[in-house]
Protein backbone atom coordinates (compact mmCIF):
# COMPACT_ATOMS: atom_id res chain seq x y z
CA UNK A 1 0.00 0.00 0.00
CA UNK A 2 2.70 2.29 1.38
CA UNK A 3 4.66 1.61 -2.21
CA UNK A 4 1.70 2.32 -4.30
CA UNK A 5 1.54 5.79 -2.81
CA UNK A 6 4.92 6.22 -3.09
CA UNK A 7 4.60 5.27 -6.52
CA UNK A 8 1.68 7.23 -7.81
CA UNK A 9 3.73 10.38 -6.14
CA UNK A 10 6.48 9.57 -8.43
CA UNK A 11 4.35 9.10 -10.96
CA UNK A 12 2.89 12.69 -10.11
CA UNK A 13 5.97 14.68 -9.84
CA UNK A 14 6.90 13.42 -13.49
CA UNK A 15 3.80 13.89 -15.11
CA UNK A 16 4.21 17.69 -13.82
CA UNK A 17 7.82 18.21 -14.99
CA UNK A 18 6.95 17.06 -18.00
CA UNK A 19 3.90 19.63 -18.24
CA UNK A 20 6.28 22.31 -16.90
CA UNK A 21 8.70 21.46 -20.03
CA UNK A 22 6.37 21.61 -22.03
CA UNK A 23 4.88 24.96 -21.53
CA UNK A 24 8.12 26.71 -20.82
CA UNK A 25 9.28 25.32 -24.60
CA UNK A 26 5.89 26.69 -25.71
CA UNK A 27 6.23 30.42 -23.92
CA UNK A 28 10.08 30.60 -24.90
CA UNK A 29 9.05 29.39 -28.89
CA UNK A 30 6.75 32.17 -28.76
CA UNK A 31 9.13 34.64 -27.52
CA UNK A 32 11.52 33.59 -29.98
CA UNK A 33 9.22 34.03 -32.54
CA UNK A 34 8.49 37.46 -31.85
CA UNK A 35 12.41 38.12 -31.33
CA UNK A 36 12.77 37.18 -34.78
CA UNK A 37 9.98 39.34 -36.14
CA UNK A 38 11.94 42.46 -34.60
CA UNK A 39 14.59 41.63 -36.69
CA UNK A 40 16.72 40.30 -33.38
CA UNK A 41 17.40 36.51 -34.09
CA UNK A 42 17.28 36.38 -37.26
CA UNK A 43 18.23 33.00 -39.27
CA UNK A 44 19.47 30.79 -36.51
CA UNK A 45 20.76 33.15 -34.64
CA UNK A 46 20.36 33.68 -30.65
CA UNK A 47 19.38 30.92 -27.89
CA UNK A 48 16.50 30.65 -25.03
CA UNK A 49 16.40 28.55 -21.98
CA UNK A 50 14.36 28.54 -18.89
CA UNK A 51 14.48 26.07 -15.84
CA UNK A 52 12.68 23.28 -15.29
CA UNK A 53 13.57 22.54 -11.83
CA UNK A 54 16.38 23.59 -9.64
CA UNK A 55 17.26 20.69 -7.57
CA UNK A 56 18.73 18.75 -9.82
CA UNK A 57 19.23 21.53 -12.25
CA UNK A 58 16.90 20.68 -15.62
CA UNK A 59 16.92 23.59 -17.98
CA UNK A 60 14.38 23.56 -21.49
CA UNK A 61 16.97 25.19 -23.72
CA UNK A 62 16.40 25.88 -27.66
CA UNK A 63 18.01 22.87 -30.28
CA UNK A 64 21.24 24.15 -31.75
CA UNK A 65 20.57 25.37 -35.50
CA UNK A 66 16.87 25.97 -35.66
CA UNK A 67 15.03 28.44 -37.80
CA UNK A 68 13.64 31.37 -35.09
CA UNK A 69 11.34 32.71 -37.29
CA UNK A 70 9.29 29.13 -37.37
CA UNK A 71 10.26 28.26 -33.77
CA UNK A 72 8.03 25.48 -32.28
CA UNK A 73 7.85 23.95 -28.43
CA UNK A 74 9.32 20.70 -30.36
CA UNK A 75 12.68 22.36 -30.83
CA UNK A 76 14.03 22.49 -27.42
CA UNK A 77 15.87 20.09 -24.97
CA UNK A 78 15.71 19.61 -21.56
CA UNK A 79 19.63 18.92 -20.38
CA UNK A 80 20.97 18.67 -16.95
CA UNK A 81 23.81 20.99 -15.51
CA UNK A 82 26.14 18.52 -17.40
CA UNK A 83 24.97 19.19 -20.81
CA UNK A 84 23.03 15.65 -20.84
CA UNK A 85 20.26 15.59 -22.35
CA UNK A 86 17.25 14.34 -20.91
CA UNK A 87 14.96 14.48 -23.04
CA UNK A 88 13.21 16.27 -26.69
CA UNK A 89 15.73 16.12 -30.40
CA UNK A 90 18.71 17.64 -31.79
CA UNK A 91 22.12 18.62 -29.83
CA UNK A 92 22.34 22.08 -27.27
CA UNK A 93 23.79 24.91 -28.59
CA UNK A 94 27.13 25.53 -28.22
CA UNK A 95 26.20 28.75 -25.72
CA UNK A 96 24.58 26.38 -23.21
CA UNK A 97 26.99 26.89 -21.21
CA UNK A 98 26.53 30.78 -20.82
CA UNK A 99 22.91 29.77 -19.86
CA UNK A 100 24.43 27.41 -16.78
CA UNK A 101 27.05 30.07 -15.57
CA UNK A 102 23.74 33.01 -15.65
CA UNK A 103 21.68 30.60 -13.86
CA UNK A 104 24.13 29.40 -11.11
CA UNK A 105 25.54 32.90 -10.69
CA UNK A 106 22.34 35.02 -11.05
CA UNK A 107 20.02 32.83 -9.92
CA UNK A 108 18.37 33.23 -13.07
CA UNK A 109 14.75 31.82 -14.21
CA UNK A 110 15.11 32.38 -17.56
CA UNK A 111 18.03 33.53 -20.13
CA UNK A 112 17.34 34.96 -23.99
CA UNK A 113 20.56 35.31 -26.11
CA UNK A 114 19.69 37.93 -29.52
CA UNK A 115 21.77 38.62 -32.07
CA UNK A 116 20.08 42.35 -33.46
CA UNK A 117 21.74 44.97 -35.64
CA UNK A 118 22.51 47.31 -32.84
CA UNK A 119 23.95 45.13 -30.19
CA UNK A 120 26.46 43.85 -32.75
CA UNK A 121 27.36 47.70 -33.60
CA UNK A 122 27.66 49.35 -30.35
CA UNK A 123 29.69 46.10 -28.93
CA UNK A 124 32.11 46.76 -31.35
CA UNK A 125 31.99 50.53 -31.06
CA UNK A 126 32.69 50.24 -27.36
CA UNK A 127 34.86 47.21 -26.69
CA UNK A 128 37.58 49.49 -26.41
CA UNK A 129 36.31 50.55 -22.92
CA UNK A 130 35.09 47.09 -21.87
CA UNK A 131 31.77 47.93 -21.74
CA UNK A 132 28.41 50.60 -22.28
CA UNK A 133 26.86 52.75 -19.88
CA UNK A 134 23.39 53.38 -20.13
CA UNK A 135 21.82 56.03 -18.24
CA UNK A 136 18.77 59.07 -18.21
CA UNK A 137 15.95 57.19 -19.72
CA UNK A 138 12.52 56.57 -18.60
CA UNK A 139 12.89 52.89 -20.27
CA UNK A 140 15.48 52.36 -17.92
CA UNK A 141 12.92 51.85 -15.64
CA UNK A 142 11.86 48.37 -17.19
CA UNK A 143 14.54 46.96 -15.62
CA UNK A 144 13.90 44.81 -12.64
CA UNK A 145 14.98 46.71 -9.02
CA UNK A 146 15.60 49.81 -10.93
CA UNK A 147 13.13 52.84 -10.88
CA UNK A 148 14.77 55.83 -11.61
CA UNK A 149 16.15 57.22 -14.96
CA UNK A 150 19.32 57.94 -13.32
CA UNK A 151 20.54 54.57 -12.69
CA UNK A 152 23.49 53.97 -14.65
CA UNK A 153 23.33 50.57 -16.02
CA UNK A 154 26.26 48.97 -16.96
CA UNK A 155 26.57 46.47 -20.16
CA UNK A 156 29.86 44.77 -20.09
CA UNK A 157 31.47 43.85 -23.37
CA UNK A 158 33.57 40.33 -23.48
CA UNK A 159 35.68 39.17 -26.75
CA UNK A 160 33.70 37.04 -28.71
CA UNK A 161 34.96 33.10 -28.91
CA UNK A 162 34.42 29.60 -29.54
CA UNK A 163 36.08 28.19 -26.67
CA UNK A 164 32.53 27.82 -24.80
CA UNK A 165 34.48 26.71 -21.74
CA UNK A 166 36.59 30.09 -21.78
CA UNK A 167 33.93 32.26 -22.34
CA UNK A 168 31.75 30.86 -19.77
CA UNK A 169 34.96 30.97 -17.00
CA UNK A 170 35.43 34.56 -18.07
CA UNK A 171 31.25 35.55 -18.29
CA UNK A 172 31.90 34.03 -14.27
CA UNK A 173 34.51 36.50 -13.46
CA UNK A 174 32.30 39.90 -15.13
CA UNK A 175 29.12 38.59 -13.53
CA UNK A 176 31.59 38.60 -10.01
CA UNK A 177 32.72 41.92 -10.51
CA UNK A 178 29.70 43.35 -12.15
CA UNK A 179 26.30 42.23 -9.58
CA UNK A 180 24.35 44.82 -10.40
CA UNK A 181 24.42 44.44 -14.02
CA UNK A 182 21.00 42.95 -16.05
CA UNK A 183 22.67 41.79 -19.17
CA UNK A 184 26.06 41.66 -20.95
CA UNK A 185 27.38 42.04 -24.91
CA UNK A 186 29.64 39.40 -26.81
CA UNK A 187 31.58 41.60 -28.86
CA UNK A 188 30.63 41.17 -32.85
CA UNK A 189 28.03 38.97 -31.47
CA UNK A 190 25.11 39.72 -29.22
CA UNK A 191 22.80 40.66 -26.13
CA UNK A 192 23.13 38.24 -22.98
CA UNK A 193 20.18 39.37 -20.10
CA UNK A 194 17.97 37.05 -17.86
CA UNK A 195 15.09 37.68 -15.89
CA UNK A 196 13.55 35.64 -12.41
CA UNK A 197 11.27 34.39 -15.01
CA UNK A 198 10.67 33.97 -18.62
CA UNK A 199 8.62 37.01 -18.80
CA UNK A 200 10.76 39.37 -16.85
CA UNK A 201 13.87 37.88 -18.89
CA UNK A 202 11.44 38.80 -22.08
CA UNK A 203 10.72 42.01 -20.70
CA UNK A 204 14.85 43.06 -20.12
CA UNK A 205 15.06 41.99 -23.78
CA UNK A 206 12.65 44.29 -24.94
CA UNK A 207 13.95 47.18 -22.86
CA UNK A 208 17.85 46.75 -23.56
CA UNK A 209 16.74 46.36 -27.09
CA UNK A 210 14.74 49.44 -26.80
CA UNK A 211 18.19 51.11 -25.27
CA UNK A 212 20.58 50.47 -27.15
CA UNK A 213 18.81 51.34 -30.13
CA UNK A 214 18.63 54.88 -28.91
CA UNK A 215 22.24 54.74 -28.27
CA UNK A 216 23.35 53.45 -31.40
CA UNK A 217 20.80 56.29 -33.32
CA UNK A 218 22.33 58.84 -30.94
CA UNK A 219 25.29 58.18 -31.29
CA UNK A 220 25.10 57.99 -35.19
CA UNK A 221 23.36 61.10 -35.74
CA UNK A 222 26.04 62.73 -33.19
CA UNK A 223 28.86 61.80 -35.80
CA UNK A 224 26.53 62.52 -38.68
CA UNK A 225 26.35 66.23 -37.13
CA UNK A 226 29.62 65.95 -36.75
CA UNK A 227 30.68 65.17 -39.78
CA UNK A 228 28.69 67.91 -41.60
CA UNK A 229 29.97 70.91 -39.33
ZN1 LIG B 1 24.96 33.80 -30.17
Redesign the pocket.
Request: hydrophobic share 45%; with cysteine; charged share 20%.
Given at each position: MLQQRSSRRHFSAKHLATNAFRELAAGLAEAGRAFYARGWVLGT???FSAIVAREPLRLAITSSGVDKGALTATQFLEIDENLNILGGSGAPSA?ALLHLALVRARGAGAVL?T?SVWSTILSESFAGQGGLAISGYEMLKGLASVASHKHREWLPILENSQDMPELARQLEAILQRYPGSHGFL?RG??LYTWGENLSEARRHVEILEFLLEVVGRTCGSARGHAAAV
Amino acid sequence: MLQQRSSRRHFSAKHLATNAFRELAAGLAEAGRAFYARGWVLGTSGNFSAIVAREPLRLAITSSGVDKGALTATQFLEIDENLNILGGSGAPSAEALLHLALVRARGAGAVLHTHSVWSTILSESFAGQGGLAISGYEMLKGLASVASHKHREWLPILENSQDMPELARQLEAILQRYPGSHGFLLRGHGLYTWGENLSEARRHVEILEFLLEVVGRTCGSARGHAAAV
